[in-house]
Structures are given as structure tokens and as C-alpha cells.
């Protein structure tokens, strides 16, 4: 939860804005709040128009001294050391200002440092190719080789859920890359982001490379939409916004990191106690606040019994409370709306004849994991992403069955399957319509250097460093005559 305000508040946490290299205040702040407690964690400054203008001035400048990949590399290196130094502090700003359970934020910090180590790697090795040209008459007698070209300044925008790695999954490549960058972080958690651009000037970045700044998002926005100077928008976020920046600027690269509703489909061969363990860890992790949580489970229906027999027990055992604990599964929702509505999409599946086999309820402030039997496919918790602690479980009759129903919403992220038969897992990896099947895994497994992103509305780009690199930058053919 923010709030925007001029007054001077009492605060846990102060950090600035950075543009051009300098830290910088604006006279306005926006408070930052915990999701858990509404206490105030800390507030930064307000921007607008004009410091985002600033922000693109600093960019751009920086990119007329080009940094040299060896160069760009040591920062990236020295930013991940930096990262797993201060693993403690960092996970606790996650913790504090997303809600996230601190066993998570941990898993979130340590993950950062692994995506600016891989984009150290590929700072190391970004190359062209040599082009074959004697493979046709036209290119007898000439040499010809790419190199890999910088796009131009970055624009990146970050949701509140993952914080700090979502950021780190735009910054660090757009440096591996020789990219500037200006990042606007979600308003709700600049706090983790702000502190990640302390550790890089820390490391050694140059001004202008980085500038961050925080406020409303439609005045940042129109500006990154409208300076020709961006050459690229990177976008993680809800669906709608995404899209819509995608048409609002036609001439710019705009790459989108979107929302999906995650299927997973277990077989009856399937090991179901390991199935049913992994599943209740992943579709309540941070409340089921990641794109990837799992929510729509479909079992075989010989084993469907047998399965629900597992999976039930595990999720009752999930532990709710304060995300400061270290022993906390599950804390609060980003905002008490959120709550509400999740709380409204299960009463409107219940209306419709879902059954609650688990939660349902509050337990104080906050939504117990949540399980529903028999909700319609028609009902919202079946074809929107839900992005709270809540998932369904039906059975399915045949793997054709089962597969249409996971392709049966307009998102495609990550899928997975459970089997133990190699066919109807290599099936499923062809038949799935999403970026990403895992097999024998939740579809909520991420390693940072794995090419993740969606298909159909969820998005139209990969990130992981090394496929990020690739966006950000442009190739360019050079042609010698012998
Ligand atoms: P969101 O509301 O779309 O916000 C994302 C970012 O966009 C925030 O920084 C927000 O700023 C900014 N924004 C909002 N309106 C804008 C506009 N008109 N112009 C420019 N920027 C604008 O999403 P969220 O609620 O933070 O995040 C949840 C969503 O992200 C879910 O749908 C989830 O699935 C998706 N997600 C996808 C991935 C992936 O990799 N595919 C990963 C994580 C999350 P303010 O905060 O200031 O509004």
C-alpha cells in the first residue's frame, strides 16, 4: 500500500531517487506501507514529468561513453558479491514492504545475485557471427561478421511481487547489454529496488546507467511512452497495462513479462505424494502472488481421491502470519482490495457450485490457503489469474481432456504435468500452449538463467540474461570486400 504526501512522516526507511548519479529528493513523498500491518516501512521521493525527462537526459548521456564489456562485467560481479553480503538486509526491505514471508525474500535475494552473475557471463560473451558468404555467388570475395549493438536507452517498469529479482532481471542485462537504463519500480515496493541501485553505484557504475524513479505510474509512463529517446520498454506487470503500452508506442521495442493462470495437469502413474508436496508449497507461496502459482490442478480421476487425500493435509499445515517470522508459509495479500476480491471470486464459485475443501476463510487479517472442488470452468478462479492464495483441483477423464482444459484461458506462462510415462509428458510438452512446461516439477520452478516468458496474452518476450541480452540489443551486419 503507498500513499502519496508532502508531509514529513516518521520513517523505518529513507532512500532517494537516483538520476544522473546524484541522489535526489523532490519535496514530495510517497509513504511506503507494510501489506501485513499497515506500519510505515519507509517513503521516497515523489517524481514526475520532469525528472523523468531528467532521468532519460542521464541515460542518454551515459551511453556516449560506452563502458567496455570487461568493464560492465566487473560491476555486474560485484553487485551479486554485494547482494549475497548483505542477503540479510536485503531480504528483510522484501519482506517489510511486499509482505513477503522472510523464508521467501530470502529465496528472492539469493536468486537476484545468480541473475547478475549470469548476466556477468553474458556481458563476458556477447559476439556476433561470421556469415557464411560464399554459401551463394552473390557473396563470393566479400567477409562478412555481426556485431551485437547496444538498443539504446531502457525503460523498465517492475510489479510489486517480486521486487528486487524482477528488477534485476531487466537492470543487469541492459548493463551486460551497454544499455543506460531508467527503471520505475512498482509504487508499492520501490524500497528493494532503490537499494539494489545503492549496491550499484556501490559496485562501481558510472552516473546516468541507472536512474530510478518513483511515482504515479501514468505520468512516468506517458513520458518513457513518448521520449523517442527510449529505445526499448521492459515490462513485467498485469495484462491490461502491458498491452496497452505495447499500443501505445508502435515505434519502440516493448517486451512484456504478463500474468497467466497456471495449470498443472497429474496423471494417475504420477507419484502423488511428491506431486501433492510440491503442489501445496507452490500455489500458496507469498499468498499465490507469483505469475507462475500454481492454480488449476487437474488429476486423472482414477487417482483424484487419492490425490486430494494428499494434497489437503500439507496445505492445512501451511503456517500464516507475520512475514517478518522466519517460520511464516503464508502472509497477507499486497493490499486489503486484493483480499477482497480473491474473497469475492470464492463466493461467486461457490455460487456457481465449487466446493471449499480447504480455507475459504479468514484466519485474523488474512486468507487461509484456500482449495476449491468442482468450480466451473466458466468461473473466474478458472480462467483469470487469481494472483492470491487460492487454488482448484478437478479430475479429468483423458490427457486430451486434461490439456484442453489448461489450454482453456487466454494466458500461457508456464504448464506442468506429472507422469510417470514418457509419452504423455513429452505430449503434453508439445500440446501445451505456454512458455514453459516442467515435468515432474511445479510450473512454478524458475532458475534465473532459464528462458521464461509467455505466449497468447501473457506476453511476447523471454527474460533470463542471456535471452534478455539478445532483446536489448540489435545486430549489425558488417561487409568486407576481399
Ligand atoms: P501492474 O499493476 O500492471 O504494475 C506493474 C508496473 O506497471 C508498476 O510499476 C506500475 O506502477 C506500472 N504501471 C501501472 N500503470 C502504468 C501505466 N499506465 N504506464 C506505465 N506504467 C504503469 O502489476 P502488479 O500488480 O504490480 O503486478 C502483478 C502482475 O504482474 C500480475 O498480473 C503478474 O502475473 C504479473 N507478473 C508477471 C511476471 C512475468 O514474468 N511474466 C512476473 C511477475 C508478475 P504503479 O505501481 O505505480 O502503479
Request: proline share 6%; charged share 25%; net charge negative.
Amino acid at each position: 500500500m503507498s500513499h502519496y504526501t508532502a508531509s514529513v512522516a516518521t520513517t523505518a526507511a529513507e532512500r532517494k531517487l537516483l538520476i544522473g548519479g546524484e541522489w535526489v529528493e523532490t519535496g514530495g513523498w510517497i509513504e511506503v506501507r507494510s501489506p501485513y500491518d499497515d506500519g510505515i516501512v519507509g517513503r521516497v521521493p515523489h517524481a514526475g514529468r520532469d525528472e523523468t525527462r531528467r532521468a532519460v537526459d542521464a541515460a542518454e548521456a551515459a551511453m556516449r561513453e560506452p563502458l567496455p564489456a570487461h568493464g560492465r562485467a566487473v560491476v555486474l560481479d560485484r553487485v551479486a558479491a554485494l547482494l549475497a553480503q548483505k542477503e540479510d538486509e536485503v531480504a528483510r526491505t522484501i519482506s517489510a514492504e511486499a509482505g513477503k514471508p522472510m523464508k521467501a525474500a530470502r529465496v528472492e535475494a539469493s536468486r537476484a545475485a545468480s541473475t547478475f552473475t549470469m548476466a556477468a557471463v553474458e556481458a563476458r560473451k556477447l559476439a556476433g557471427d561470421v556469415v557464411p558468404m560464399d554459401a551463394s555467388p552473390a557473396g563470393v570475395g566479400k567477409l562478412a561478421f555481426t556485431v551485437r549493438r547496444p538498443i539504446g536507452v531502457v525503460a523498465a517498469i517492475s510489479p510489486f511481487n517480486f521486487p528486487l529479482n524482477l528488477v534485476a532481471h531487466k537492470v543487469a542485462p541492459a548493463l551486460a547489454a551497454g544499455c543506460a537504463v531508467v527503471l520505475k519500480p512498482a509504487s508499492q515496493t520501490p524500497l528493494s529496488a532503490l537499494l539494489l541501485a545503492e549496491l550499484e553505484t556501490e559496485a562501481g557504475l558510472p552516473p546516468g546507467w541507472l536512474n530510478v524513479l518513483c511515482g504515479p505510474a501514468r505520468e512516468i509512463g506517458d513520458v518513457l511512452v513518448e521520449d523517442e529517446r527510449v529505445r526499448m520498454i521492459s515490462f513485467t506487470g498485469s495484462v491490461e497495462v502491458g498491452w496497452s503500452l505495447r499500443e501505445r508506442a508502435p515505434r519502440k521495442k516493448v517486451t512484456l513479462e504478463l500474468g497467466n493462470a497456471t495449470p498443472v495437469i497429474v496423471a494417475a502413474d504420477a507419484d502423488l505424494d511428491d506431486a501433492a508436496s510440491r503442489l501445496a508449497a507452490n500455489a500458496f507461496s507469498f499468498a499465490g502472488q507469483s505469475c507462475i502459482s500454481v492454480q488449476r490442478i487437474y488429476v486423472e480421476r482414477p487417482a483424484y481421491d487419492a490425490f486430494v487425500d494428499r494434497f489437503l493435509p500439507p496445505v492445512e499445515a501451511l503456517k500464516l502470519g507475520d512475514p517478518a517470522d522466519e517460520d511464516t508459509d503464508v502472509g497477507p495479500l499486497i493490499s486489503t482490495a486484493d483480499r477482497d476480491r480473491v474473497i469475492s471470486w470464492i463466493a461467486e464459485a461457490r455460487a456457481e457450485g465449487a466446493e471449499v475443501l480447504a480455507g475459504g476463510t479468514l484466519e485474523g487479517e488474512l486468507l487461509r490457503p484456500t482449495v476449491l472442488a468442482n468450480a466451473p470452468p466458466g468461473a473466474k478462479v478458472s480462467r483469470e489469474e487469481v494472483f492470491g492464495p487460492l487454488c482448484t483441483v478437478s479430475p479429468y477423464e483423458t490427457l486430451d481432456d486434461a490439456i484442453a482444459l489448461a489450454n482453456g484461458t487466454r494466458f500461457g506462462l508456464q504448464a506442468g504435468i506429472f507422469t510417470n510415462d514418457l509419452h504423455a509428458a513429452l505430449r503434453a510438452a508439445h500440446e501445451l500452449e505456454f512458455g514453459g512446461v516442467t515435468v515432474n516439477e511445479a510450473p512454478t520452478f524458475r532458475a534465473d538463467q532459464m528462458p521464461y516468458g509467455g505466449m497468447k496474452d501473457s506476453g511476447n518476450t523471454r527474460e533470463g540474461p542471456a535471452y534478455a541480452v539478445r532483446e536489448m540489443t540489435e545486430e549489425r551486419v558488417v561487409v568486407l570486400q576481399l
